[in-house]
């Protein structure tokens, strides 16, 4: 029985009555918060707690405010109430001791509004600034690493990005990015002169090491650039026992670097963004590089996004995609604009690399299924073969040939229940690590070198023993059992889970169209994990549905000042 189902459940809230109780989308915590807050402060209008509840609820669900008219038509006096609340800052000059604030329509927690505020006087204060760069230096430097005028953009980031103290670098996969960021730190160098000091960071492990790899290998065959070292955000400021939400560098103790270069910055939240730029130096230069159209933050904000709408300048879009051809690019441009008609058109058009398969009925068929077991089973024969003959290399290319791409964790659509489907179709194979079984890192281990995200496979060691290898096949990583991290096998896994990441062919199996987490940014960013295919399990309304619902974030970061 799902939560929903159960009036019992511990997160449906109990002995509410008023308009607490007439919203069934508040859950305990929300509600539980929203009295606490009133009890300490003196106030019981239910307006004014409802508010509250619902400002914890929009953390949840991804935003950094709720925005009151979103939620009730005409709610003037629910305004007034809110505004001449104890508990309410009214505006942005409003009282600095208040648990809540109210901004142009918008009420925060007020700890989410003064990161909102920190982010965005950051970003508009590194943009008025102009940074020193030798105008010589940097224009033989742009002439050398891009010397094509049809690479305009990426010349337009790298001069950008000596000139200002603020870049933000966007573009779908497969676009340049990462090639961009090494050449843009061999710009750097030439215009601003030696002893430069570079940061590369991603908001996971996973991102970090696979940003140090791609630069790395593209920072080799340019002259006069040293290898750079990747790390995560939290690792970069630096963690402070007892806290998770404060650093080691913050305003007071500055980085020491002069470029600091942060990759999937889709991923980062706004709590830990406005971190960040507070522990910048003034003179520091900031590069944010990812796409905003992709999944964001599993926490409040999506603070790429916003910054790429609301800033004036200082952004630069990467379009011409490299890694998949024109089918593939074209069918993420439509889910990208939104445009469902034309999505669903390219899907049914029978092209060899793009596939949609509309189930009948409810259920999923057999021949639903035929495609994805034959691609299942061909992965799975491919690992088992490579990894008996000990071939790591292989054995990794066979990992990334196909992946299953599901939206939910439980459920008939879930990641359980089509993870066990999978192994079935493969066979679990024995022992307690069956060679060519696939592996997923859940969480981040130091000792070995392995992050939560990481993926691998069983082999043979010829030695009647086994590995598991992991990394690229060009430069394979072996990993005795006995020391890995937390995993679990990975014949399936979540589209969250798989961002980052790149397949030869994917499926992605669509839950039906009433599920809340269909949404346009879960589409597009499965869709864009394939190189050659993708394959699309859903009716013709959860596509649709998928395509014309983008993910809305209350903010105010991308409002006008």
Known sequence: MTTIEDPYAASIPWRVTGLLADRADLTSADVHVARRLGAIGGEDDERVLLAAALAVQALRSGSVCVVLDDVAEGPTEWHAAVRRSPLVADGPDGPADRPLRW?????????????????????????????????????????????????????????????????????????????????????????????????????????????????????????????????????????????????????????????????????????????????????????????????????????????????????VRLTRAHRYGPALAALAEAIRQGDADTTLALLRSGDEHRALVEPAADRLSPQDLAGLRADVEASGAALVETARAGDAPAALRALGAHRLLVAHREGPFGLAHWAATAETWIGSGTGAWPVGRPLLVTENDRASGLYNGDTGVVISDGLGGVVVAFGEPDDPRLVRPHRLPAVQPVHAMTVHRGQGSQFDRVTLLLPPATSPLLTRELLYTAVTRAREHVRVIGTQDAVRAAVERPVRRASGLREPR
């Not at 996971?204 to 990747?230: F, I, M, Y």
């Not at 806290?243 to 002069?258: K, N, V």
């Open 103 to 315: 901004v142009d329509g918008r009420v925060y927690l007020d700890r989410y509004w003064r990161d909102e505020q920190t982010v965005r006087s950051a970003m508009h204060e590194r943009l008025a600034r102009p940074a020193p760069a030798d105008p010589v230096a940097l224009s033989s430097a742009i002439d050398r690493l891009y010397p094509s005028a049809t690479d305009d953009a990426q010349r337009e980031a790298l001069r950008t990005a000596a000139t200002s103290y603020l870049t933000v670098l966007t573009g779908g996969p497969g676009t340049g990015k990462t090639t961009t960021v090494a050449r843009l730190v061999a710009t750097l160098q030439a215009a601003a002169g030696p002893g430069l000091r570079v940061a590369l960071a991603a908001p996971t492990g996973k991102a970090a090491a696979r940003l140090q790899e791609s630069v790395n290998t593209e920072v080799a065959t340019l002259d006069g650039v040293g290898p750079v070292q990747a790390t995560t955000l939290h690792r970069l400021l630096g963690w402070r026992p007892g806290t998770t939400t404060r650093f080691r560098h913050d305003r007071l103790r500055r980085l020491p670097h002069d470029v600091v270069i942060v990759d999937e910055s889709s991923m980062v939240s706004l709590s830990l963004m406005a971190r960040l730029v507070e522990a910048l130096r003034p003179t520091a230069r900031l590069v944010l590089v990812g796409d905003p159209d992709q999944l964001a933050s599993v926490e409040a904000g999506a603070v790429l996004g916003d910054l790429v709408a609301s800033l004036p300048r200082g952004v």
